[in-house]
């Protein structure tokens, strides 16, 4: 009988965590549709690092645009 009530311990446990792990998830879910990541849209750190760069390699060049682009 004692095999039982052990089995039963561990499925009720798994179970408890699997419920609590569901709502942690469904929590984040909602904090993420409230509060959604806004990009900024520019960077005055990183422009600075390229111009500082390409002024290095080509000096007297002039950046005129940069623009990121997406590897696959």
């Avoid at 446990?13 to 569901?22: E, G, N, R």
């Avoid at 750190?45 to 950046?63: D, N, V």
């Amino acid at each position: 009988m004692e095999q039982i009530d052990l089995l039963m311990l561990c499925i009720s446990s798994f179970a408890a965590v699997f419920c609590v792990l569901i709502f942690l998830a469904v929590v984040m879910r909602l904090l993420i549709l409230c509060f959604p990541y806004r990009e900024e849209e520019t960077d005055p750190a990183l422009f600075a690092a390229i111009h500082s760069a390409y002024a290095t390699i080509y000096p007297g060049a002039k950046i005129t645009k940069i623009e990121e682009v997406e590897r696959r």
